[in-house]
């Protein structure tokens, strides 16, 4: 039976993937589109429920949009340099004016700044603001008491506050005004609890300041100084804005359900902290020097991953929270009719034995807290480590969270090599008193075990999994662990694999959606980090102009702001998933960090045996 589309109605919501840029105040985060529309935040912080969803459905699921009523000649949009305060600027026929929006560093609630400003002329601006809480749901009580425009549902308060004249039009409140040259007008959103006070007032000018400030502040700690500096500081403040300050956790992405193929069904909740790309933040901050984050996520693992290292999770809510159960909202249409819209995230419950590898890495490398935390990190890497030694030779889901059933992937049992390798290295330094003998042992057993099952001579590369005749991106990931050196014959055999059977349109695919079965329906487009891990193959393998023409080539694919999604479509020249997508900004600074010569791979005492 023919299943029928869901009719929607309102007008349509979501502005290209590519169109839209990051605010933050490192506790959640705002889309705002080029046409000056905020289409996607959530309140009070990243995985709360949405007040503005008109991303994933229409216009009657929430927006705030400003920009000149008159039709827009030309447009230009650019962030400051060095903070997260983006600058839009519309010109029409009559005149040009600039929209600054940001969000301040959080007190104690949380605000939305927009100011206006006339450049030149005279400028007629509309602005519309549709609250609607609950993803979309839920229409506010709306009131005007003394110029603090206040929406209301249940516990959640909004307050609006501005000069100008507001007035009610279909279930949105509307405002018109013209700005010559000079004149400004300031526009505040401020969310806070409907059981407290109302929020204070602030100063938009004073917050602007305090803004520019902290960005400024955090970006001059930046030690990197290679050729690609605008593009690494860029992907570096986009992961700082993904940190969630109170835990120190880092979430993947700001959004939801975002496809992977333009009306498929692979739409996954990337508005949790995983282990793995933590993991991987904290390498490359730590490579860039900031040491206070690594700190803060070491505090924030150690309170996630309390109690029996049988009961580790791969993904954990922003707060160390495990609870994640996956529904669908399904009065939401999805990203232009890309359905379901799913909340929550079930692979919290799957089993991949990557993750030890990732957190053994990054505890090597995280530097030493106060000696309670190092005794606490070093007593949890010991339970991790002997608790991966009696499973590491099960099957799991892997890197890729696949759904159709565990198996022995080989990017899997090369991270449990990992785990094993730092944890040695990790005891070996601080005489932690681990069982050494043991580790070393289950270290030895598994590289042999995966350079005999995990490589396939016919095809002269290592492959998904064991036994397995597909190729996957996650074994370009061998290398960059130093399980194996660059020279290698089997590292070049590999590299050389994916790159003709695995790029589409000269960037790499996860794997073969066709002839794997990952337990989900549809094709994806192509993932934007296994692009940047063949980078950094390419360079240390020898093949350093192939390197850099990719990586250049990948550089270019950011949008004008230069932010990246999740995935890529090549032929449509179009963004993908989840937006901004850490792992993509992550795996941007890593290559650029191999390019630049300041960094190698961590190779292993046994990274050369076979």
């Given amino acids: 039976?023919?299943?029928?589309?869901?009719?929607?109605?309102?007008?349509?919501?979501?502005?290209?993937?590519?169109?839209?840029?990051?605010?933050?105040?490192?506790?959640?985060?705002?889309?705002?589109?080029?046409?000056?529309?905020?289409?996607?935040?959530?309140?009070?912080?990243?995985?709360?429920?949405?007040?503005?969803?008109?991303?994933?459905?229409?216009?009657?699921?929430?927006?705030?949009?400003?920009?000149?009523?008159?039709?827009?000649?030309?447009?230009?949009?650019?962030?400051?340099?060095?903070?997260?305060?983006?600058?839009?600027?519309?010109?029409?026929?009559?005149?040009?004016?600039?929209?600054?929006?940001?969000?301040?560093?959080?007190?104690?609630?949380?605000?939305?700044?927009?100011?206006?400003?006339?450049?030149?002329?005279?400028?007629?601006?509309?602005?519309?603001?549709?609250?609607?809480?609950?993803?979309?749901?839920?229409?506010?009580?709306?009131?005007?008491?003394?110029?603090?425009w206040q929406a209301v549902a249940g516990p959640d308060r909004v307050v609006l506050r501005t000069s100008a004249r507001l007035r009610g039009e279909g279930m949105t409140t509307v405002s018109e005004f013209t700005l010559a040259k000079g004149q400004r007008m300031v526009f505040t959103l401020t969310y806070g609890s409907s059981l407290e006070k109302l929020p204070k007032r602030i100063n938009a000018e004073k917050a602007l300041t305090e803004t520019r400030r902290f960005w400024k502040g955090w970006t001059r700690r930046n030690k990197y100084r290679g050729p690609y500096a605008e593009a690494v500081e860029r992907s570096l403040i986009s992961l700082k804005a993904l940190t969630y300050k109170p835990s120190g956790g880092i979430v993947a992405a700001v959004t939801t359900s975002l496809p992977e193929k333009m009306g498929g069904s692979r739409n996954w909740d990337y508005r949790y902290c995983w282990l793995r790309d933590t993991a991987f933040t904290l390498l490359v901050l730590i490579q860039a020097g900031y040491v206070e984050e690594a700190i803060a996520w070491r505090q924030w693992l150690l309170r996630a991953a309390a109690g029996a290292p049988d009961q580790i999770q791969t993904i954990y809510g922003i707060d160390g929270g495990r609870q994640l159960t996956e529904w669908v909202a399904d009065w939401l249409p999805g990203y232009r009719g890309s359905s379901p819209v799913r909340i929550g995230n079930a692979a919290a419950g799957q089993f991949q034995l990557d993750v030890f590898g990732e957190v053994a890495a990054a505890l090597l490398r995280t530097p030493q807290a106060e000696d309670e935390i190092r005794v606490s990190a070093t007593a949890l890497q010991s339970a991790l480590i002997d608790h991966l030694c009696g499973v590491w030779m099960e099957p799991d889901e892997g890197i890729w969270e696949t759904r159709g059933g565990r198996q022995h992937f080989t990017h899997s049992k090369v991270m449990a090599w990992v785990a094993l390798d730092r944890a040695i290295r990790y005891y070996e330094r601080f005489d932690g008193g681990g069982d050494i003998a043991r580790w070393k042992r289950e270290r030895e057993r598994i590289h042999k075990e995966v350079c005999e099952k995990g490589f396939n001579k016919k095809l002269n590369s290592f492959v998904q999994s064991y036994g397995s005749k597909e190729l996957d991106a996650s074994c370009l990931r061998i290398v960059l662990v130093g399980f194996l050196p660059a020279n290698d014959p089997r590292i070049r055999?590999?590299?050389?694999?994916?790159?003709?059977?695995?790029?589409?349109?000269?960037?790499?695919?996860?794997?073969?959606?066709?002839?794997?079965?990952?337990?989900?329906?549809?094709?994806?487009?192509?993932?934007?980090?296994?692009?940047?891990w063949m980078v950094t193959n390419l360079w240390l393998i020898g093949r350093k102009e192939d390197a850099i023409a990719l990586f250049e080539r990948l550089l270019k694919l950011r949008n004008d702001v230069g932010l990246l999604s999740e995935e890529y479509d090549p032929v449509k020249k179009r963004m993908l998933g989840n937006f901004p997508q850490a792992l993509s900004h992550i795996a941007l600074v890593h290559s650029a960090f191999?390019?630049?010569?300041?960094?190698?791979?961590?190779?292993?005492?046994?990274?050369s045996h076979s």
């Fill in 1 to 148: 039976m023919r299943e029928e589309k869901k009719r929607v109605k309102g007008r349509p919501g979501g502005a290209r993937i590519e169109d839209y840029c990051l605010i933050g105040d490192c506790e959640t985060g705002a889309l705002v589109s080029r046409e000056g529309s905020i289409d996607w935040l959530c309140w009070p912080n990243f995985s709360s429920g949405a007040c503005f969803a008109a991303l994933l459905g229409t216009q009657d699921h929430g927006f705030w949009k400003i920009a000149p009523k008159a039709k827009v000649k030309a447009l230009r949009r650019r962030y400051e340099p060095g903070n997260l305060v983006v600058e839009t600027t519309f010109e029409t026929a009559r005149g040009e004016v600039r929209v600054t929006d940001f969000m301040p560093p959080r007190g104690k609630h949380s605000d939305v700044v927009r100011i206006v400003r006339g450049v030149r002329g005279r400028v007629t601006m509309r602005m519309d603001l549709a609250i609607r809480f609950d993803y979309g749901r839920t229409i506010p009580w709306v009131t005007s008491n003394g110029g603090d």
């Fill in 493 to 532: 055999g590999t590299v050389e694999a994916i790159e003709k059977h695995l790029m589409r349109n000269g960037l790499v695919q996860r794997y073969n959606t066709r002839t794997t079965d990952d337990g989900v329906f549809g094709d994806e487009g192509t993932f934007l980090a296994c692009s940047f």
């Fill in 594 to 607: 191999a390019i630049s010569g300041i960094w190698k791979p961590d190779s292993g005492r046994y990274g």
